[in-house]
């Protein structure tokens, strides 16, 4: 467990909401919505604009691969877009982007504003060429590799609309990570920009894509966007511009939203974890936007005039989900930004919030911590009293960031929580409800299971735990927005997710149950790191680190940090006849960073010439981490080499 700040505590405060009920009124409230789920679940699906209403809402005769709203047909972009654009939200707008650079007054010296109406007419514009020209169609694939800027959902809604399966990669990782994830998903077109900014600096997108490029024989066409300008390598016959190919598109062309059947993928994320390549997590259509939908209004509530914004990048679940769909299917105007939220200075975030009038706010406990750091003076700078709505996500909150935000934005007053969900779940599964009903809040916890979410904490036989103790975090039904299953590899679907409790969904957390009921997640009950609320695992770096051909061996740990929360760390065993050198280290540190990204910045290396295994040879990666961390090792029988211990421990001290 990595956490151990959010200790269950009492403190519970009563925002002002008129929704609040107390936690016996939600509970008869969440286990009515469980008698009969899928009747519930239902209900909320009909609220959806369906081309054609399904026949069966659920077929679970093949657990656990689920099927929701079966025989219905939607289309993501028809609901994010068509709907809005026939309506009175034509002119209403959906994106106000701003670019990073800003002028000698600090203002950004780019903002767009995409009305609904663009942002159909966009869609539209780049559905056309990506089937017209690109003869893109249903069962293919295609790669995104773009920067926080307003191409980004529009392609994913071009995508969607023509129902081509699309995954995207977060631009902060590197060209072997782009690769392993281009021919894992068997992409056929490459999108990507020539650049993006970030913190000042252009992040060379598309030289990173063409050494990815390399590596990989799908691709065939390549899409760039011009964002910062630069020259850039265009291979003929293979890379085009895209404002060269729009310019061919006759004016005001429509296509046709495809029927895309429910339980049709809409797209692929992978997710890193402690041992095999990522996992391409395939979400559905129907039950996913359903699930979406629902937490719009739940957890955030939105109404025709507010001002939301999620900080997120949309390369991770959390901005697919509340970034493009989710939003954009409920028609609000939402805020996209490139770079950073606290640069060129500390106050970026909160002169957004002021420049626009932002009512909700969705950010990370990382993001907040770093705030913290600057001190109050940047937030109290400007004027945040249009915040209604706060919550978190991403790793658990501790209550002093908490404390911090609310006070400081939330005015001690407004509704903030921290919604437990991951990529795997598609939305958000625990979390305060101020759109529906909301009860009390206590800094650090995630609330209650949403109506219709059947969660639970168990021990280690799948029994529920007793109040305060701590067990491993499961869902025991199956929920709209689940996963269809890990692309092209349905039998590890089943070994990691549904195979250590028969029947019941294993989120990989530990979490307790207080005395009152609430939730409370703890960590990650396996070896993955939270590094700033992004899931990084140890396989991925360690690999890296033994490309290397000074390396022997590796083991990655997290470790507690005040502002990321967790940071990786790394034993590293040379070869026979190298000796340990801090050019070496920088070296390594290199490798990582290239061969992954960097965000996989190391925080340190330590040099040990034993690490403890099992007796089968295994890394024992718990038991450095516990050594290092000052908590008790655990079973350690199976260890085989116990001086390993020891030697972890001072490598540690004496560089610490
Ligand atoms: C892991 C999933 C889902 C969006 C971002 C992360 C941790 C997420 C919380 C929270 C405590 C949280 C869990 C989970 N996590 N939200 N509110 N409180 N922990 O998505 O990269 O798939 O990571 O993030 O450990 O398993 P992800």
Known sequence: MSVNWALPFNTKIVPKSNKVVDINTYKEIHSTSLRDYKGFWASVASELDWFKPWEKVLDDSN????????????????????????????NKVAIIWEGEPVDE???PKEVRKLTYYDLYTEVNRVAYILRNKYGLKKGDAVAIYLPMIPELPIFMLALARIGVVFTVVFSGFSADALATRIDDAQAKVLITADGGWRRGKIVPLKDIADKALEKVSTVKDVIVVRRTGQKVNMVEGRDKYLDDVLREVPQGVYVEPERIKSEDPLYILYTSGTTGKPKGIVHDTGG???LLHATMKWVFDVRDDDIYWCTADIGWVTGHSYIVFGPLMEGVTEIMYEGALDYPKPDRWVSIIERYGVTIFYTSPTAIRSFMKYGDEWVKAHKTDTIRIIHSVGEPINPEAFEWLWKLIGRGEVPFGSTWWMTETGGIMISHLPGLYLIPLKPGTNGMPLPGIEADVVDDNGNPTKPEERGYLVIKNPWPGMPLTIHRDPERYIKIYWSKFPGMFYAGDYAVKDSDGYFWVLGRADEVIKVAGHRLGTYELESAIIEHPAVAEAAVVGVPDPVKGEVPVAFVILKQGVSPSKNLMDDILKTVRDKVGPIATLSSIYFVSKLPKTRSGKIMRRVVKAVITNQPVGDITTLENEASVEEVKKAYEEFK
């Open 105 to 107: 007054n600090g203002n």
């Open 63 to 90: 657990p656990p691969f689920y099927k929701w709203f079966v025989g219905g047909e939607i289309n993501a972009s028809y609901l994010a877009v068509d709907r809005h654009a026939k309506s009175w939200r034509k």
């Open 288 to 290: 996913y936007l359903t």
